[in-house]
């Protein structure tokens, strides 16, 4: 995160006159990020790939941070003049060694999804509070960060909770320099990622299966099945000024699933083996 950082301040004349290192413009322009800079981790796929891309849309330059390389660098080719790549582990800023399985299990989960949005929250801090430039910190939680979920998914449900609770802590401090922070709780959305992920839970399931149980099963608003690009216009609004009175608020995008779904749900049924 600290690299991406850097490269923004370092390449000032690709990257100038960011909106999300120096503060917010107030000039009207229908590019609601226009003058701005996002770095946004994990941006080589899924919903980070459309956040991006929504970004870019929008008049955004757009610092994609991600360890997958090679669909970093098509991402940012394919934005356009207004995207590049970066490498960046946010898992990396420390590393821990313990001996039983399940706990290293969890303390993988919890610096990839926990740590690292406390590591963003920090290096963006370090930029944009001095001086009261402003800005906007965006971190991604989970539905499953706002219910209460057990085994198989009990360190990521945790870790997403421990990123809704670090957007609120920091949200207070921040906000007398100017700086916003606020996260994101998108339902499951059917992405590679996602499918993967079941597919070890529940290996006897087939894709269009696994498929079904998170687009309908899985979802409240009838006939509605939510996209990326859904989370990434979110993401939008956060980022723009027109949320600029919005921090320490956690946006969910899950189509009343979280208003109806009671905590003991069968939400993770082992779905039928397409035939």
Same mark, same amino acid.
């Given at each position: 995160m600290l690299r991406a950082v850097q490269l923004v301040l370092r390449d000032k004349s690709r990257f100038a006159s960011s909106g999300f290192v120096n503060g917010f413009s107030t000039a009207s322009n229908p590019q609601r990020l226009a003058g701005k800079v996002a770095v946004i981790t994990g941006a080589a796929s899924g919903i980070g790939k459309a956040t991006a891309a929504e970004f870019v849309r929008n008049g955004a330059k757009v610092i994609i941070a991600d360890v997958q390389d090679d669909l970093g660098r098509s991402v940012a080719a394919e934005l356009g003049p207004d995207a590049a790549y970066t490498r960046c582990d946010v898992s990396d800023e420390a590393q821990a060694s313990v001996g039983a399985l399940?706990?290293?299990?969890?303390?993988?989960?919890?610096?990839?999804?926990?740590?690292?949005?406390? @590591?963003?929250?920090?290096? =963006? +801090?370090?930029?944009? /509070?001095?001086?009261?430039?402003?800005?906007c910190i965006l971190c991604t939680a989970s539905v499953i960060g706002v219910l209460s979920f057990g085994s198989p998914i009990l360190a990521y449900a945790i870790s997403k909770a421990t990123v809704i609770a670090a957007v609120g802590a920091a949200a207070g401090p921040l906000a007398r320099d100017r700086v916003r922070v606020n996260a994101i709780?998108?339902?499951a959305i059917a992405t590679p990622l996602t499918v993967r992920?079941? @597919?070890?839970?529940?290996? =006897? +399931?087939?894709?269009? /299966?696994l498929r079904r149980v998170v687009e309908e099963d899985w979802s409240e608003l009838d006939g509605t099945v939510l996209q990326v690009e859904d989370v990434a216009r979110a993401a939008l609004y956060l980022a723009s000024d027109e949320a600029r009175?919005?921090?320490?608020?956690?946006?969910?995008?899950?189509?009343?699933?979280t208003a109806h779904k009671g905590v003991g749900m069968p939400s993770l049924e082992v779905p039928r083996k397409d035939k």
């Open positions: 399940d706990l290293a299990d969890f303390d993988r989960v919890m610096a990839v999804n926990a740590r690292s949005a406390v @590591a963003c929250i920090k290096h =963006g +801090a370090r930029v944009m /509070a001095p001086g009261r430039r402003g800005g709780s998108p339902h992920s079941m @597919a070890e839970m529940f290996p =006897g +399931a087939g894709e269009d /299966a009175y919005v921090t320490g608020h956690n946006l969910v995008v899950d189509g009343g699933f």
